[in-house]
């Protein structure tokens, strides 16, 4: 099997970069006009979540077998002195967007579901899910192209510095696996837990959040039909477990994943 020269090699760390910056783009559009449409219920758009599955979901299956990934991936064995870490780190930035766009694909062919196979109050904990997941694979991604970094750039102290890394990753996929176990308790207990408010709710409770007493920014509902701005809500269940206006127990609250929303940071470690 031939492999790129340094020139091509360097050629292609170049349009790795471009395309991530342009996918990660794309991913901000995506996530955002999913969470919009989420929020809108019943009078979501089909057409362009339907539009999102297909552009969204076909990127995976575009960029699954570029060159510059099997360098990546095969960098160990090759054993190149040349080969540059930079082109490994873009290629991790890049998978980490790509599992980001598989995921509003994902998250919109939820939103796209008919109200009568899936109920809109049940489908946060979907969304949830599917966040939890998406962070759990992403976290995991890049250890394999760390470790060959590692025995490529760390010879002498490879062992010690898998031993280091390994610990710091731990560390690292706690949070991750919380949220996942969190995720996967919620749906199989069926608690119920909030979604984004839908404008007739928003208007049958109010021009006000009770607790800002300002206008609603990003409304939430509880299970027990309270609203409440995302903000609000997710400061006060820092300390309590139950709705601020009923004081109804609402167990395992995570308001931060249930409207749709996908991570936009980078995980590269």
Known sequence: MSHPSPLGRDILGVLCLISTCLIHHLFILGNKKVKLEI?????????SLILIVC?????????????????SMESKALDLPDLKCCHILCDIALRDVIIKCSTVALKASVAAIPAGWLRYESRGEWYLLLEAISQMYRSVAPIQ??????????????YFAVIVYIIIKGMMLYPALRLLVVALWIL???????MMANPDQVQNAGSSCSVCRSAYVEPLCLPCGHIFCKICICKWYKGHETCPNCR???KNFNGQWIDGSTASFFKNF
Request: proline share 6%.
């Open 55 to 71: 552009l969204y979901g076909c990127i995976p299956f575009i960029f699954s077998s570029h060159p510059n990934q099997e360098l």
């Open 188 to 194: 199989l207990r069926n608690q119920g837990i909030c």
């Open 145 to 158: 192209p760390w470790l060959n970094i590692l025995s490529i750039y760390a010879k002498e102290y490879e």
């Open 39 to 47: 929020a809108n219920g019943s009078q979501r758009s089909l057409s």
């Open 248 to 250: 109804a127990l609402i």
